[in-house]
């Protein structure tokens, strides 16, 4: 059966097999929209800029169309607060047939209005969506008239979902969070502080992180968006490093804040032993003349490590040997992954992002192993082929993988925004391990047709 599933003849160039040998570099094509007739895993522009400031949480988010577009954000997101939960609740102007005719700024002033009077919202985002692109709503205008009358930062987001792809909807997003940086004060910030960019606080996870950093005597300014703050990106500017971990996402806001305010910006990510040793110790090496800081973090890790080193020995003793497919939205978590699923014994037969970059995939393909599939914004007959192929036994994805996994009679491992374990930091080193292991190893899957059970 699996050797009749092909590739669509326009997708050939985004996928790619490493063989034995090849030295040449890969010369993959991605960052372009999605092929006609290929179901893209990846969701729209809308989705994207959605995806990176919804976790503002004393924010107003009012999606400007009809209310389809607002019905994947509502509250199936795991981006937690410490405080408000104004994000959790989902605003549309729910836009029909005369509003399509007549216009709907009128609709979107009077949501404004009548949301933010109720609500006390710190700022508020409007998102723009497919149609408002074709009726041509003014909302940059809407949103300065209401600005002005409310006293509060209107922020139009201009998303539009047919105008490119995810990618668009970050940076979209990132221009939006770059209009509020800087209109706060920055008074009393010490010079040993950062901005933490591209942590989403899914089930916790920016708070493990921040604790990190504040036990090495750095001050965390803002996290950009994970239980995230109007007030902290406003003063995010005070800062004099910025952290990207979610770096598809927010390079864009790390580059535009070192162009205009001069801070310098490094990559890291949290996933896995090594990734997140290295995010503490690169952030120490910037604040070289402070040597406690170096010292604190090779104390942090040196714990840490000691207490999860053993845990992970045995779950490797099982898994050795187990093959995982991964396919995630950013790139740079399919490092970290490969490297920490080979910690615990298991190898990647599969690894493919939305939005990668021919760097990333060119860093991909030198990390893989021989025969490992890479693939750009795939579809999920493409995905079942590879999977199949490959005999893969668990497969690493978010909620639209989530049941090609399940149907293909193999272990799934949630690495998206909906997941409700934290996966970051060493604690979520030890729960991925312990997720990925149940998964795999559940006897469900020996009733999998594949395997010859019967249903
Ligand atoms: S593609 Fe357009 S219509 Fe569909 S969810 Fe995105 S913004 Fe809405």
């Keep these: 059966m699996k050797e009749e599933i092909g590739i669509l003849e326009g997708r050939q160039g985004q996928v790619f097999e490493k063989k034995s040998g090849e030295a040449e570099q ?7 929209t999605s092929l006609s007739g290929s179901v893209s895993q990846r969701a729209c522009v809308f989705c ?7 976790p503002v949480a004393d924010a107003l988010h009012l999606v400007h169309g009809p209310i389809g577009c607002a019905a994947y954000t509502w509250d199936i997101r795991g981006a937690v607060s410490s405080g408000p939960e104004l994000h959790r609740l989902s605003f549309s102007t729910d836009l029909g047939e005369m509003d399509v005719i007549y216009g709907g700024e009128k609709k979107l002033y009077l949501s404004l209005i009548e949301l933010i009077d109720k609500y006390k919202p710190k700022a508020a985002f409007i998102y723009s969506t497919c149609i408002i692109g074709l009726i041509g709503d003014d909302i940059d205008a809407v949103c300065k008239k209401v600005s002005k009358e409310t006293g509060i930062p209107v922020l139009p987001v201009h998303s539009e979902g047919f105008k490119g792809t995810k990618k668009d909807g970050y940076k979209a997003a990132c221009t939006s969070l ?3 940086v800087g209109t706060g004060s920055i008074e009393g910030i010490s010079p040993y502080s950062i901005n933490i960019l591209g942590e989403f606080n899914l089930a916790g996870e920016a708070w493990i992180i921040r604790e990190y950093y504040e036990k090495m005597g750095i001050e965390v300014v803002s996290t950009m ?32 804040m070192e162009e205009k305010y001069g801070i310098p910006y490094m990559r890291v990510s949290y996933f896995g032993i090594e990734d997140m040793s290295k995010s503490l110790y690169d952030v120490a090496k910037h604040f070289s003349d402070r040597p406690d800081i170096m010292d604190a973090a090779k104390e942090i890790v040196s714990k840490e490590v000691a207490k999860l080193y053993p845990e992970l020995q045995k779950f490797k003793k099982v898994l050795a040997g187990k093959k995982a497919a991964i396919y995630v939205g950013g790139a740079f978590k399919t490092f970290s992954l490969i490297k920490a699923l080979r910690s615990i014994g298991m190898s990647v037969v599969l690894a493919g992002s939305q939005t990668g970059n021919k760097d990333d995939y060119e860093r991909l393909r030198e990390m893989c192993d021989e025969g490992t599939i890479i693939v750009d914004d795939s579809n999920p007959v493409e995905l079942s082929k590879f999977v199949l192929e490959k005999e893969a036994d668990l497969l690493i994805g978010g909620v639209k993988e989530r049941p090609i996994a399940y149907k293909l009679g193999i272990g799934f491992c949630d690495h998206n925004h909906e997941r409700k374990i934290p996966l970051a930091g060493f604690i979520g080193m030890y729960n991925f391990a312990k997720e990925v292991y149940q998964s795999v190893m559940s006897p469900v899957w020996q009733f999998a047709p594949r395997k010859g059970g019967k249903i």
């Design 178 to 180: 770059m209009k509020l």
């Design 26 to 32: 890969l010369d993959i094509s991605c960052e372009k």
């Design 48 to 54: 994207g800029s959605r995806v990176v400031l919804y």
């Design 225 to 256: 968006t994970g239980d995230g703050r109007v007030d902290a990106v406003r003063r995010a500017h005070g800062a004099t490093l910025n952290v990207v971990q979610c770096s598809g996402s927010m390079t864009t806001l790390a580059k535009d």
